[in-house]
């Protein structure tokens, strides 16, 4: 049985400066296949550590615009920061964790932590739900209820779901990898690894951001078992589009209109707002030290996309609490993972909206999409068609954006149980 984060030495090293090589090495050796149980609970000393660091902060100049052309304006992040430091609680957020059946076991050399929860009902239907960047496991967490317990959130207990929420090595509290490799391939075969080893013989797997990527990867292995995936970030932009995008050319004018705002909006984002993506696509070590040491630089980093992709009109506290958030990004200070869970980027080296770069034709299990209205893209019809030829549904929803589950988890629950329905 696994003992207390910061107290466990097994599991030290996850909030250490500098992980034991020692501790690394037993990790990458290890052929256990036990799953143990796993609590978390931060020595006070790096709370206090924290807090100090924010009470340091050296703040650049204000910006000489008015609006976010720039990037995240000062005066949001400095009252974002000034409640990190003064009156958010981590120990609230390490009491709702640990209210949950949480477990780590130790798959291909690197310990993934996960989240297990079964339902009560009878023949409830195993889903395996995979986080993105900036997110983690504290995306699902309120999606946990209507999944598995439908009948208390106007479901039926035929909707009932299983629910398994892993953090990606080098997230959160799993492993770090320390050997090249850790893709999305890997990662895939790795959960397929962990819903047999918790006994599934049969599963569906879900995610968006790199979630999304994941779940295409096992979608394209086809283990035994798996039955659908369902993505609410699906790689549906055509390869000929995707290069006139990355190019700056104009829409095509045979495009019909949801193509085209699918197409101005990647235009717009590729254009503008995905430096942060080439960064960690590039060099994830380097911008991996300011994650490291700067709680100004890792909440700066990470706010401005929560606040661009949640559909919130740019202020994400009217979708997620401004505790959720700091939940989240607190989650990446403590465990030291800014530079680990942007390898994953330069691991995936691949564009994420590009049905060529996914192989997504070579996809023969049922897929499912929903299309959150503030996503990066509207995934159109037309294009999801025709790059998952095993598309069984398809759905656009009323209100949601990028992070759908930690925005909406019952409209997202409610997505679940339509979309899988037909598989069960």
Do not use: C
């Not at 629910?163 to 490799?181: A, M, N, R, W």
Request: glycine share 8%; aromatic share 10%; no cysteine.
């Amino acid at each position: 049985m696994l003992a207390a984060i910061g107290f466990a030495g097994a599991m030290q090293p996850v909030f250490a400066a500098d992980p034991a090589p020692k501790a690394a090495a037993a990790q990458r050796a290890s052929t256990d296949e036990s799953i143990r149980p796993f609590k978390v609970h931060v020595p006070q000393r790096q709370l206090d550590d924290l807090r100090k660091r924010i009470a340091a902060t050296r703040w650049p100049d204000k910006e000489t615009v008015s609006d976010e052309s720039q990037g995240i304006q000062t005066a949001r992040v400095q009252e974002l920061v000034k409640y990190w430091g003064s009156q958010y609680d981590w120990r609230k957020a390490e009491k709702e964790l640990n209210a949950l059946p949480q477990f780590v076991t130790t798959i291909d050399g690197v310990d993934i932590h996960f989240i297990h929860v079964r339902s009560r009902h009878p023949n409830a239907l195993p889903v395996i739900l995979t986080h993105g960047w900036p997110g983690s496991i504290f995306e699902f967490t309120k999606t946990i209820g209507p999944l598995t317990d439908p009948t208390a959130y106007g479901g039926s207990p035929d909707d009932a779901f299983d629910v398994v929420i892993p953090s990606i090595p080098g997230y959160g509290f799993s492993g770090k990898p320390t050997e090249l490799g850790w893709g999305p391939d890997r990662t895939a075969r790795a959960w397929d690894v962990l819903m047999k080893r918790l006994g599934y013989t049969h599963y569906v797997s879900q995610g968006g951001d790199h979630g999304s990527v994941i779940s295409d990867a096992l979608a394209r292995q086809a283990p035994k078992g798996l039955l659908a995936i369902h993505l609410n970030m699906p790689a549906t932009v055509p390869g000929p589009l995707m290069k006139s995008i990355l190019s700056g050319d104009p829409a095509p004018s045979e495009l019909t209109a949801p193509e085209r705002d699918a197409y101005q909006s990647l235009s717009t984002f590729f254009g503008r707002n995905a430096a942060y993506g080439a960064m960690m696509v590039t060099r994830p070590q380097t911008i991996g030290y300011a994650l490291s040491d700067s709680p100004l630089g890792l909440a700066a980093w990470t706010y401005e996309k929560i606040a661009q992709w949640s559909d919130s009109g740019g202020v994400p506290e009217r979708v997620v609490s401004r505790d959720a958030i700091l939940n989240d990004i607190t989650l990446y200070w403590l465990t030291n993972t800014g530079a680990s869970s942007s390898r994953f980027y330069w691991e995936n080296n691949n564009n994420n909206f590009s049905a060529d770069a996914q192989k997504t034709r070579e996809i023969k299990v049922p897929v499912a999409i929903s299309v959150f209205p503030h996503e990066i893209y509207r995934a159109p019809e037309s294009w999801s068609k025709q790059a998952y030829p095993s598309l069984m549904y398809y759905h656009q929803t009323a209100k949601g954006g990028h992070f759908a589950a930690w925005e909406q988890p019952q409209l997202f629950a409610e997505e679940l149980r339509a979309a899988f329905k037909s598989v069960r």
